[in-house]
């Protein structure tokens, strides 16, 4: 399904309408509610409450700029860009990122002697008109190079918002906790270094990242030639063809692998079986690189028991290992 990928298509006028309901032959307005509606076309987008406080997208990215500048005060608003838009083709909800134009805030993961790698932090405002996302903010960390992202969850950002007043932007004060957002930069750096000191098998990449984002096969009795069949095919040759350039350019190690989670969440492939969008599957992946560099930092760590017992889990969720070479 096409989406919004430019800041002009998702900033589109919306305003709140009297909603009313046929009763017999009659009209009565619906007081308890109110549509949103798409100017001036006036497609209805959601329907809420009578005390719903209507924000736009375009108020929303200029909170999210009130938020870069709290959680990184030592920038400018004018170096803050908007880095991505992704909405779908409704534009009833909407992920804005925005990152600094500058090397000011770039994390360096690897090794002085490896191949170095820039990673730099964006805040990311979701918003919606249907009451589906909640207005919030999220802090993600994207490698430069390639732009591939993910979000770490966590409860770095917070912000109280008045509906009682007429303008919410006078309503809403940011909170940021700044020890644990600086811990958080110094754990990525060691998450980094964790995964690339991490080997993995070589060929075993691919199932290591279907398993990681969740991708489920089809029912195994479904014939060859059908639409989901057929779907997990090309999803394979997908996930293979990027595992097996990820490790030619970072070798065989849980890095490569976490630069395969992260393109494909960034890039969603469009499969009729990748049914989470990018903001869900780069939480995921933020979800895998905390877990996943706890556990093979520890003592006795076996990456062999680990590999295994994801199977198991795909094989209880009905989620089938991606192998190194794809179904034909």
């Known amino acids: 399904m096409p989406r919004i ?43 809420v409450g009578r005390a719903y406080r209507l924000v736009s997208h375009a108020e929303a990215l200029s909170l999210a700029h009130d938020c870069a500048r709290a959680a990184f005060p030592e920038t400018r608003a004018s170096e803050w860009q908007v880095a991505s838009v992704d909405a779908p083709s409704t534009g009833g909800t909407c992920f804005i990122d925005l ?25 990311r405002v979701s918003n919606s008109y249907n009451r589906t996302r909640a207005l919030c903010f999220d802090i993600g960390y994207s490698r430069k190079v390639c732009k591939n992202g993910l979000i770490l969850r966590s409860s770095l950002i917070s912000f109280k ?35 690339q000191a991490c080997p993995v098998p070589a060929g075993a990449i691919a199932g290591f990242v279907g398993d990681v984002l969740g991708f489920q096969a089809p029912a195994a009795e479904l014939p060859s030639v059908d639409i989901r069949r057929l779907a997990w095919d090309a999803l394979q040759e997908v996930v293979v063809a990027a595992s097996e350039r990820y490790e030619q350019e970072l070798g065989a190690n849980a890095y490569a692998v976490l630069n395969v989670v992260t393109e494909l969440a960034s890039r969603p492939p469009e499969n009729l079986l990748v049914r989470r969008d990018r903001h869900a599957l780069q939480r995921r992946a933020g979800e895998w690189v905390i877990d996943f560099s706890s556990k093979c930092a520890g003592d006795g760590f076996d990456l062999g028991q680990y590999l295994a017992s994801l199977r198991q889990r795909a094989a209880v969720s009905g989620t089938a290992v991606i192998s190194a070479a794809p179904r034909r």
Not at 7 to 29: C, H, I, S, T, W
Not at 102 to 111: Q, V
Not at 163 to 183: S, Y
Request: avoid cysteine; proline fraction near 4%; aromatic fraction near 8%.
């Open 161 to 195: 918002m008045s509906h009682q007043r007429r303008e919410i932007r006078e309503a809403v004060k940011f909170e940021i906790a700044h020890e644990r957002l600086a811990k958080q930069k110094k754990d990525f750096q060691t998450f980094l270094a964790r995964l």
């Open 99 to 123: 990152a600094h134009n500058s090397a000011a805030l770039d994390f360096s993961g690897l090794a002085a002697s490896q191949k170095p790698e820039v990673y730099g932090p964006f805040v």
């Open 5 to 47: 990928h430019t800041l002009n298509e998702a900033m589109f006028e919306v305003a709140l309408q009297p909603l009313y309901v046929k009763v017999g032959d009659r009209e009565v307005q619906a007081r308890d509610n109110q549509a949103v509606v798409q100017m001036p076309t006036g497609r209805v987008l959601g329907v």
